[in-house]
């Protein structure tokens, strides 16, 4: 079965602080896909980044980074100089392989991050 | 803005009554899924429909139901609803992720808030 753990469900942080959130999945099949969202207090799930199984480079975007490990079965994200803004529940997903079933998401319970000034 | 509009935003109700839940997804998209967020599960996945067809299920309640139109909105009907049954409930789309051309993000809209009194 596939299962998505984000073990850690509250972190505050101080501004321009790093913060990693950790996101650990259970797949038994070897073709399938990572996402990290994100959800602000306004309620909408914003798209952060996907990733398939079989690219392990890590991946930057700005101020954000991923580190894709596949030995520890984990997508870990990694947010730099954290601002007040960032202040979010980011979710962990993992889809299955797409070519027969589509893209069901199947979420992490969440890491709520709050980012004080 | 992510395209894909649900309505309605907000809905209060009574148990044992029946509610549907609307959802258009962006122009283009042929895969529409709907999921279930609330405090005790987080978000769950409940169902997908491509191009009118129901393409995979997960945990959904028989007191629940969907369809995908020919003009590919979809409804999500709640019946006999119980107190449980208050969430957030998203609708989201995407293409048709077979194409390589595609980020693979699931487009989500700003969900439809149930209470169940």
């Known amino acids: 079965a596939q299962k998505v753990t984000q073990a850690q469900t509250e972190i505050s942080v101080v501004e321009k602080e790093d913060v990693t959130l950790d996101c650990v999945y259970e797949?038994?099949?070897?073709?399938?896909?990572l996402f990290w969202y994100k959800q602000p207090p306004s309620g909408e799930l914003v798209f952060l980044i996907r990733r398939n199984s079989f690219d392990e480079q890590n991946e930057i975007s700005g101020r954000y980074s991923w580190n894709f490990q596949k030995s520890t079965s984990s997508f870990n994200f990694t947010i730099t100089a954290s601002q007040v803004v960032d202040s979010a529940v980011y979710f962990c997903a993992l889809s299955e392989a797409i070519y027969n079933q589509g893209g069901k998401l199947i979420f992490g319970q969440g890491t709520e991050l709050s980012v004080k000034p | 803005d992510s395209g894909v509009t649900q309505t309605p935003k907000h809905l209060i109700t009574a148990t044992g009554q029946r509610v549907t839940l609307r959802c258009s997804p962006r122009s283009g998209d042929l895969s529409v899924y709907w999921y279930q967020q609330s405090l005790d599960q987080g978000l769950q996945f409940l169902i997908q429909y491509y191009n009118g067809e129901e393409r995979a299920k997960g945990n959904i309640l028989e007191r629940f139901s969907a369809q995908q139109f020919p003009d590919l909105h979809s409804e999500l009907n709640l019946s006999s609803l119980e107190l449980g049954d208050s969430a957030l409930y998203f609708c989201?789309?995407?293409?048709?992720?077979?194409?390589?051309?595609?980020?693979?993000?699931?487009?989500f809209g700003e969900g439809s808030r149930l209470t169940v009194l």
């Open positions: 989201a789309s995407s293409v048709d992720l077979l194409r390589t051309d595609t980020t693979g993000e699931l487009f």
């Open positions: 797949t038994r099949d070897t073709t399938y896909y």
